[in-house]
């Protein structure tokens, strides 16, 4: 997948943008502040429908002003072309996709992949259970519309389950069989979830392995495996008894504490639980592996590259470290990256680099 063309109106500090990428490494380069961040956010919207920033598309305006409207121009593998329109005006937000409106999120995620790393994308290996579950959901939702519908139908039904339960505690009232409909769905739907999930990882933790070693020099090896308070060789059977031996607690409780909502992934690096044990350093590489790695598992999946975006990642990485990150990326993923350093684009191929000046909103071509 390929953007060629970007036009930004009343987007952050953007006034009126319109502009087009014709290579596959485009670098955003000057001070704090001046609206690099703010291009590739653009980006991100367009794709996911959603930024990395913030859940509130009224953040997105431009100050003082009362709408904001972005589009895109993307070509895929098949040279087929692809535009996305987004406009926010009047709290009401409007995507038109293929020149149809866009009515439900099922119907174009997926359509435009993009694969985001930026600073505080770090709470995936250093934070709670449930940024990593989100890592693996968003992951497997954009590639496999089946996992999508089963986490959205059992996100639906835990959320069901749950105002029940907490009705339960604050009236005092207590109706077992109403729990245990809602325990069906739930084991039917989290099965699936989980069997997904697994499948997952044993195909991605092949690419995790290769990339870490590579990235590190051979220093760091790394694993992903799977945590639950389930029995993972017998999911199904132990997810419905503990279903079952937990409605009492659930009850007291005033929510569902039983489910893959509660699974967890456990990240090891040299055989060492690297949430534990992990340097600030090795964080940073186990990050960047598990980046690149969604971006080959994507590929080898749909065979479509996704658009990688990386905000201000050389800060933290050394000059050998990234050039080994640029070897990976420098095979047709058009990547844009934001840095106040331009000199690392030095260790791309220099026919394949765009470099931009960003002052105040406004690109010239360095």
Same mark, same amino acid.
């Given at each position: 997948?390929?953007?060629?063309? @970007?036009?930004?109106?009343?987007?952050?500090?953007?006034?009126?943008?319109?502009?087009?990428?014709?290579?596959?490494?485009?670098?955003?380069?000057?001070?704090?502040?001046?609206?690099? %961040?703010?291009?590739? *956010?653009? @980006?991100?919207?367009?794709?996911?429908?959603?930024?990395?920033?913030?859940?509130? #598309?009224?953040?997105?305006?431009?100050?003082?002003?009362?709408?904001?409207?972005?589009?895109?121009?993307?070509?895929?593998?098949?040279?087929?072309?692809?535009? @996305?329109?987004?406009?926010?005006?009047?709290?009401?937000?409007?995507?038109?996709?293929?020149? /149809?409106?866009?009515?439900?999120?099922?119907?174009?995620?997926?359509?435009?992949?993009?694969?985001?790393?930026?600073?505080?994308?770090?709470?995936?290996?250093?934070?709670?259970?449930?940024?990593?579950?989100?890592?693996?959901?968003?992951?497997?939702?954009?590639?496999?519309?089946?996992?999508?519908?089963?986490?959205?139908?059992?996100?639906?039904?835990?959320?069901?389950?749950?105002?029940?339960?907490?009705?339960?505690?604050?009236?005092?009232?207590?109706?077992?069989?109403?729990?245990?409909?809602?325990?069906?769905?739930?084991? *039917?739907?989290?099965?699936?979830?989980?069997? /997904?999930?697994?499948?997952?990882?044993?195909?991605?933790?092949?690419?995790?392995?290769?990339?870490?070693?590579?990235?590190?020099?051979?220093?760091?090896?790394?694993?992903?495996? #799977?945590?639950?308070?389930?029995?993972?060789?017998? #999911?199904?059977?132990?997810?419905?008894?503990?279903?079952?031996?937990? @409605?009492?607690? *659930?009850?007291?409780?005033?929510?569902?504490?039983?489910?893959?909502?509660?699974?967890?992934?456990?990240?090891?690096?040299?055989?060492?639980?690297?949430?534990?044990?992990?340097?600030?350093?090795?964080?940073?590489?186990?990050?960047?592996?598990?980046?690149?790695?969604?971006?080959?598992?994507?590929?080898?999946?749909?065979?479509?590259?996704?658009?990688?975006?990386?905000?201000?990642? #050389?800060?933290?990485?050394?000059?050998?470290?990234?050039?080994?990150?640029?070897?990976?990326?420098?095979?047709?993923?058009?990547?844009?990256?934001?840095?106040?350093?331009?000199?690392?684009?030095?260790?791309?191929?220099?026919?394949?680099?765009?470099?931009?000046?960003? %002052?105040?909103?406004?690109?010239?071509?360095?």
């Amino acid at each position: 997948m390929k953007l060629n063309k @970007i036009i930004l109106d009343n987007f952050r500090n953007y006034n009126n943008l319109d502009i087009g990428f014709d290579k596959d490494i485009v670098c955003f380069t000057g001070l704090n502040g001046q609206g690099k %961040t703010n291009l590739i *956010e653009a @980006i991100s919207v367009l794709g996911l429908l959603n930024s990395f920033r913030t859940n509130n #598309y009224s953040e997105m305006k431009k100050f003082g002003e009362d709408y904001f409207f972005i589009s895109g121009d993307f070509v895929d593998k098949n040279d087929n072309e692809l535009n @996305i329109k987004i406009s926010f005006s009047n709290r009401k937000k409007k995507v038109i996709f293929q020149d /149809k409106k866009v009515l439900k999120f099922s119907d174009f995620w997926g359509n435009i992949p993009i694969v985001y790393l930026i600073p505080d994308e770090s709470i995936i290996t250093t934070g709670p259970p449930l940024e990593r579950r989100k890592f693996v959901d968003k992951l497997l939702s954009m590639i496999d519309k089946e996992y999508f519908s089963l986490l959205k139908n059992y996100t639906k039904t835990l959320k069901q389950k749950n105002r029940i339960l907490y009705s339960f505690k604050k009236d005092n009232k207590f109706q077992p069989e109403m729990i245990e409909v809602y325990n069906e769905q739930l084991l *039917e739907y989290g099965t699936k979830i989980f069997k /997904k999930r697994i499948e997952f990882l044993e195909g991605f933790d092949k690419f995790f392995k290769d990339i870490l070693l590579f990235i590190s020099d051979g220093l760091f090896s790394g694993d992903i495996s #799977y945590s639950s308070s389930m029995d993972l060789d017998d #999911y199904q059977n132990d997810l419905k008894k503990q279903l079952s031996e937990n @409605i009492q607690t *659930e009850k007291d409780r005033g929510l569902s504490i039983i489910g893959p909502h509660k699974d967890d992934l456990v990240f090891k690096i040299n055989d060492n639980d690297l949430r534990k044990y992990g340097s600030k350093g090795q964080h940073k590489l186990f990050l960047v592996a598990l980046k690149l790695s969604e971006i080959k598992y994507i590929k080898s999946i749909t065979d479509e590259y996704p658009i990688f975006l990386l905000d201000d990642l #050389y800060s933290e990485i050394d000059e050998k470290k990234s050039g080994k990150i640029a070897k990976i990326l420098d095979k047709d993923i058009q990547t844009f990256i934001t840095t106040s350093n331009s000199s690392i684009i030095n260790q791309f191929d220099v026919n394949n680099t765009r470099i931009f000046n960003v %002052t105040e909103g406004a690109l010239t071509l360095q």
